[in-house]
């Protein structure tokens, strides 16, 4: 064997070695770009470039990330904080009950533009607030009004909801509380007895007018009432006042318009003596019938 084979084998040997250790010490969690080890050895073919050194050939060995690593998983356990709830709007005023309950219902009848019907006029909140127990009577107690169907289950809890809360106009205000200071009862001044004995008078007292049904039946209900809440008038705001049953149904609707605000009969009120005769009937009972001594 020549010097030069000797120095070929010198290099290569180390060299080997270095590779088989490195190929060792490759971490088990890694995979190579290619079955196995590869190793591209190459040298150079020019062995005889004059110089009588031996080009020691060059080992490559290509290592690759493991592309099926895990990644990071955020911690769970870590709390997450909510953000704040905006805080529900407060429907309880009057610019709210206002347009889910008057404009749609009933401004179309009782407002300036609609004629105000009845003599009512519902456009603000003062109006409003004047006749809110014949609204609270006939829109949710009686559902007569509006005439032709009853408001739908939003607009009449939302108006139970603005009465119960005191019917305030903004957000936040508090109803006017009713004053417990009952209100002093003056003292009878004693008349002084005076002994003259009282004349009886010889005129014989004309009996008392029994005011019956069928007494204010023939001086209110008839001439008044029945041209449009009877069935030949149509039944008006669904209301029938033909019978005493139904006039004792409405009783409270009756006084509170032909007697209370006076608006009803639509055209002009009750004259004094029916409003007279019909206030005394409701304070005695109403009654159907009266006996008379």
Known sequence: MNQRSKNILYWIVPTALSIAIFSCSVKPDTKEATSGKSLATTADANSTSGTGVAVAPVAVATVSANPDATPSIPDSSIP?????????????????????????????????????????????????????????????????????????????????????????ETAGMTPTPVDPTPTPVPVPVPV??????????????????????????????????????????GNKGRINLETFANVTKYLK?????????????????????????????????????VSTP
């Open 80 to 168: 997450v904080t909510e953000g704040e709830i905006a805080p529900v709007e407060n429907k309880m005023t009057w610019d709210y009950v206002n347009k889910t309950v008057f404009i749609p219902n009933c401004i179309s009848c009782h407002s300036l533009a609609g004629g105000n019907k009845g003599r009512v006029n519902l456009e603000t909140y003062a109006n409003v607030k004047a006749r809110i127990d014949d609204i609270e009577f006939e829109v949710i107690s009686q559902q007569s009004m509006p005439p032709d169907a009853p408001v739908d289950s939003e607009a009449a809890n939302a108006l139970k909801a603005w009465i119960a809360a005191g019917i305030p």
């Open 253 to 289: 609707k009756i006084k509170n318009e032909a007697i209370t605000s006076k608006s009803m009969p639509p055209t002009e009120p009750l004259t004094s003596n029916a409003s007279d005769i019909l206030s005394k009937w409701i304070t005695a009972g109403a009654p159907l019938t």
């Open 192 to 233: 002084p007895f005076d002994p003259t004995p009282v004349p009886v008078p010889i005129d014989p007292v004309p009996a008392p007018i029994a005011i019956d049904y069928a007494y204010v039946n023939k001086t209110v209900i008839a001439p008044f009432c029945l041209s449009c809440h009877s069935v030949a008038g």
